[in-house]
Nanobody
Framework: QVQLLESGGGSSQVGGGRVLTCVAS????????VGWFRQDPGKEREGVAH???????TYADSVKGRFTISRDNAKGTVDLQMNSLKPEDTAMYYC????????????WGQGTQVTVSS
């Protein structure tokens, strides 16, 4: 059974930092493309950062220069380092995975809440 488990959420102050971690089980993480998404109530889900097998990364414009996605295939983890947090970063953050041959993300975690306040 494929499972993705996010951790690291919590409350942060504006300008602070936080690291979210996604741990995968039930499939070969080393063959998957992984992404972090976020959604705030009343808003559409937003793709935040993505990392391919090659290590190539892409970011939403809203987080470029502040967030960094990285992966450790041996451990089966993908981290999202978040710096210079803003109130608009407040959201539920989800980890997702897919075969890099596919377009749609098919495996999703339950999410971890990040709240940024001044």
């Amino acid at each position: 059974q494929v499972q993705l488990l996010e951790s690291g959420g919590g409350s942060s102050q504006v300008g602070g930092g936080r690291v979210l971690t996604c741990v995968a089980s039930g499939f070969t993480y080393g063959s998957a493309c992984v992404g972090w998404f976020r959604q705030d109530p009343g808003k559409e889900r937003e793709g935040v950062a993505h990392i391919e097998l090659s290590g190539k990364t892409t970011y939403a414009d809203s987080v470029k220069g502040r967030f960094t996605i990285s992966r450790d295939n041996a451990k089966g983890t993908v981290d999202l380092q978040m710096n210079s947090l803003k109130p608009e970063d407040t959201a539920m953050y989800y980890c997702a995975a897919r075969s890099c041959l596919d377009v749609d993300y098919v495996y999703w975690g339950q999410g971890t809440q990040v709240t940024v306040s001044s």
